[in-house]
């Protein structure tokens, strides 16, 4: 390539250099070129070390107009993608430059240079601002005011992008410019609103929209124009700018719902209007309205009136369209293979100890339409109206349920999930009807079309927590087994998408019937073990969930020889055909944690493999993450995660049965690493692991117990734990068990975590609720095994101490912080004096202390008190009680 010559604002390309690079870019976009493209590549970013690459490919956008629109356009696209990596590397001259030609292109006659020039102008602003490049807005302003199509759109073009990708470059102070830039801009965009043209419409609807959230004080005080503007465009003959006009309603009501409340008996009649748009992208824009609306607490009132017009537009909207993507799967296709990109990613979330766990739902969501957006809107509306939807939209389900012919099988779709969408918030309505709901709904689990079958399974699963109720009656019975046998038949679906929602309906229903499910283990097992035998990879992680929840529902219920019998054999052939990498292993890891919960020491015939299987998984992956090539095997923590977590749950099952399996394996030396892990979920499963071995087998902790301690401590470091706190959720609970089991052994960390502790009590108001109950009853603890180095410094804490100890409902754990709050408290009993109510307080939310040497202990330090404090300040305290504490309290006779 010829030398290139360099002089700032005089630089000039050389014609060899620039011939040779539009060759290259002619061959790279040309579909009949023979060339290697990936060579041409290579080439072209060879090219880009050279310093002043980037200005040959700004002036082929902007010059060579004797060439092909595609290479100038292919030369600006790669210009913008060198400029994200390098711009503010590059030399001032060549940045000079580079803007110097972008801006002559705002106005070319090619609207594809003119776009391809507001795209990099974008990204030059993205990272540069513009302080430093006044040039830019003074060449948009002009090129706005100019009458000038082609100029104006260029200009409308690359604003529109600055305001979507930093909207908020044009809402700052600019050095030498007596005001905002977007004060500028916006009476322009306004102005637009009236064009003649619709793409300088919508990009200046566009453009304005970007800033609701931000709300720049010069569209605060323009709201009124803007919202005169938005109705003008309410009725644009444009799908797009419709579309935007809806988007901006939908905005306004959710970020500043006052500056449409004047309003909104118009905007309401506008959108839903909208709602029935013959395009379906405006309607779905326009749809969003009504969750906005009922999330913004506005008064129902507004809404009201206007039920009657919306419910049938909802209800109608709800039928499948006719391109939509779920009407390909209604073919009988269980035997087809899934393909891979059918396979959703699935994400397991760490075993958390507590009350709150903090995982957000994995579920990749599905493609979100206008029929999904009607269901959802249709079921926030009926938790604001509750039973009130029913009388306009019930004697529509009835009508198109009456529908039985094929033709109609999309309305009665639509009917059963409107029955599904309003199961939760019409439920007073809907429950005296409940068994004329299930007489409808079982009989369309045989409809003949799969999607009808698919939401029958649905919305049944929405009336779970009532079909379980009053088993006890003949009639309620015989509905539960209704619904229960045939979601059965239908977890046998010839069509995967069924099998799908009725093994999704089933593992709801097992949640809320529990174990009432015992007397039926034996069918329900036959018919998921089928459905293990018969479905393909997606569908087969349904059916661990619902064996997991039903293991999860009967406990040990299910520990018998014939129940075993169906459920282990085929599992147990899965766990075997399935490698150490193979993915498919996770669901089926989560699946054992379950059994091996429920089964609890029956689970040790299976125990030893399964172990050893978890032992070689954590090996192999942090061996992977070592030395992938040594390992065989690419590293997933995933993978250590699952592993851990089925540990955990072989602890929690087998009990000190476990014992055995630990005390010949490297286990605690694998632990210790997990422990020191720089992931935090493999750090959140690895310390619930700990706490679960220092219930069961402390002895094999021992070794190493002040590095587990070492490091448990350091995850409750206040400075990180906000970003971690389950790791240090699960970390204090270990400390804790740990502390029970070792006794005076935890001293040389005691103080170490009461430093820790004590700051999150102090700031619970800001955290997760598990971790207060964590820490209340970890520092009770380390106070019951070391009062004498935690009573010392008991009027640090004992106020939020208290307060959290009182909100632990009762249970082993809130026994053995109370036990320490006894021993610190007999320690230093004027340490706790200052929060002596606070105390009382804490001793009275205990429904009923059911360990009589518990009860005991606590009587003695309130008699202790009541000696102590002489001359009637006992009785002071006690009038200044609440009745109800007094109340609880009237049990130790004080």
Known sequence: MAAMVVSGSLWKPQEEGLKEICGLLEQHISPSSTSDKSQIWQQLQHYS??????????????????????????????????????????????????????????????????????????????????AGWHELLHALLTCLDSNDLNHMEGAMDALSKICEDVPQVLDSDVPGMAERPINVFLPRFFKLFQSSQVLLRKLALGSVNQYIMLLPSFLYMSMDQY??????????????????????????????????????????????QANKDVDNEVALEACEFWSAYCDARLPPENLREFLPQLIPVLLSNMAYAADDESLVDTEDDESIPDREQDLKPRFHS?????????????????????????????????????????LTLMPLIQVKLSCTDDQSWKEREAAVLAIGAVAEGCINGL????????????????????????????????????????????????????????????????????????????????????????????????????????????????????IGTLADAVGEELNQPGYLEILMPPLIAKWQQLSNSDKDIFPLLECFTSIAQALGAGFSQF??????????????????????????????????????????????GLGSGIESLVSQSSLRDLLLQCCMDDASDVRQSAFALLGDLARVCPIHLHPRLSEFLDIAVKQLDNSKLKETISVANNACWAIGELAVKVRQ???????????????????????????????????????????????????????????????????IEKEDAFRGLCAAVRTNPTGALSCLPFMLNAIASWHEIRSEDLHNEVGQVLHGYKQMLRNGAWEQYMTALDPSVKDKLSKYQI
């Open 49 to 130: 070390q050279f310093p002043d690459f980037n200005n040959y490919l700004a002036f082929i956008l902007s010059r060579a107009d004797g060439k092909p629109t595609e290479i100038r356009q292919a030369a600006g696209l790669l210009l913008k993608n060198n400029l994200r990596s390098s711009f503010k590397s590059t030399a001032l001259a060549n940045q000079e430059y580079i803007k110097s030609e972008l801006l002559p292109c705002l106005g070319s006659p090619d609207r594809h240079i003119r776009n391809t020039a507001g795209t990099i102008i974008s990204v030059i602003v993205q990272l540069g601002g513009i």
């Open 227 to 272: 919202l005169q503007g938005l109705f003008i465009l309410a009725n644009d003959p444009t799908v797009e700018v419709r579309k935007l006009v809806c988007a901006a309603f939908v905005q306004l009501i959710e970020v500043h719902p006052s500056f449409l409340e004047p309003h909104l008996r118009n905007v309401i009649a506008y959108m839903l």
């Open 350 to 390: 760490s075993r958390f100890h507590g009350s709150e766990n903090l995982e957000e739902d994995d579920d990749v969501v599905n493609v979100w339409n206008l029929r999904k957006c009607s269901a959802a809107a249709l079921d926030i509306l009926s938790n604001v109206f509750g039973d009130e939807i029913l």
């Open 431 to 546: 429950y005296p009807h409940l068994f004329e709901i299930v007489d409808i709904l079982v009989p369309l689990l045989d409809d003949k079309f799969p999607l009808v079958r698919s939401i029958s399974s649905w919305t049944l699963s929405r009336f779970s927590k009532f079909i379980v109720q009053d088993i006890g009656h003949q009639k309620s019975n015989e509905r539960f087994e209704k619904v229960l046998m045939g979601l059965l038949k239908r977890i046998l679906d010839t069509n995967k998408r069924v099998q799908e929602a009725a093994c999704s309906a089933f593992a709801t229903l097992e949640e809320e019937a529990a174990e009432e499910l015992a007397p039926r283990l034996q069918i329900i097992l036959q018919h998921l073990m089928c459905a293990f035998g018969k479905y393909q990879r997606r569908n087969l992680r349904i059916v661990y969930d619902a």
């Open 607 to 652: 125990a030893q493999p399964v172990f050893q299987r978890c032992i070689d998984i954590i090996q192999t992956q942090q061996l992977a993450k070592a030395n992938p090539a040594s390992a065989g095997v690419q590293y997933d923590k995933e993978f250590i995660v699952c592993a851990l977590d089925l540990l955990s749950g072989l602890a929690e």
């Open 745 to 811: 052994e935890i001293s040389p960390i005691v103080m170490t975590a009461v430093s820790c502790l004590v700051p999150i009590l102090q700031r619970a108001e800001g955290l997760n609720k598990s971790l207060i109950e964590n820490s209340a009853i970890t520092l009770g603890r380390l106070a019951w095994v070391c009062p004498e180095l935690v009573s010392p410094h008991m009027d640090h804490f004992m106020q939020p101490w208290c307060n959290a100890l009182a909100m632990i409902r009762d249970d």
